[in-house]
């Protein structure tokens, strides 16, 4: 589906109602079009909404998309107006347009919500280089720590994270007990989500929430969707 003009503009503007109204009437949260200036260059950058909020800078908007299900590292490939045959490649997501532009409050949403800082600009060129490159220092520091955090926290496994969506606090203790991190993401399938973000989905008593919580989990983390353990538990709760 392409993404109409006006709502592009709307999500760089940070325009919600009209977003909103157009989402909710049957509007694709990956829709694209295509356009230049995003970068000087003559080639075509493919414009997600995602990516039109955080080109204008737009944080509320960025929260409104990832609540939708907008996908935070989606990259549309590159349309190449020169005329020179090259292999299709990805061009910038959401992530890349806002640290180059400098927004880093959309910048700390972006990573909030599970966007990747070891993203590169173009083959070989990271964006943490990109945006020192260009005096963006404050972000290229954001980037890095971000990295830093990524390398900290391991990965949780796809069987831990289900045991944790099925309440059982007794499996979960004993893999926390043995080394697990509490903050642990089940990044590969399951959207960057956490073993606190699981129970409060889908477990039917508090006791594992209680645990993990107990152990330090972070209530604050958001998935790549920009979901939270409450926002999960609050649809959860309405559902019954």
Request: net charge negative; proline share 4%.
């Amino acid at each position: 589906m392409e993404l109409p003009e006006v709502i592009a503009k709307a999500c760089q503007e940070g325009d919600e109602p009209t977003v909103k109204q157009w989402l909710d009437g049957g509007g694709q949260i990956e829709a694209v079009t295509y356009c230049g200036g995003l970068i000087e260059t003559k080639d075509e950058y493919g414009v997600t909404p995602l990516i039109a909020a955080a080109c204008g800078g737009q944080e509320r908007m960025i929260v409104l998309l990832l609540t939708r299900g907008a996908l935070v590292d989606r990259a549309p490939v590159i349309i190449k107006l020169d005329g020179v045959n090259s292999e299709p490649r990805r061009g910038f997501n959401a992530l890349t347009v806002a640290a180059l532009e400098g927004k880093i409050k959309c910048v700390k949403r972006l990573l909030k919500g599970g966007a990747n800082p070891e993203v590169e600009v173009e083959p070989g060129v990271s964006l943490c280089h990109a945006v020192a490159s260009v005096g963006k220092c404050e972000v290229a520091k954001l980037l890095l720590e971000s990295i830093a955090g990524r390398e900290a926290v391991p990965e949780l496994p796809k069987e831990v994270f289900v045991t944790a969506a099925k309440g059982n606090t007794l499996a979960v203790q004993a893999w926390l007990d043995g080394g697990g991190h509490v903050d642990a993401r089940q990044c590969r399938e399951l959207e960057h989500s956490t073993m606190l973000m699981a129970a409060a989905c889908a477990a039917e008593d508090e006791r594992l929430v209680v645990l993990l919580l107990s152990r330090g989990a972070d209530v604050n983390l958001q998935s790549s969707t920009g979901g939270t353990a409450l926002l999960g538990a609050t649809i959860r709760t309405k559902s019954r």
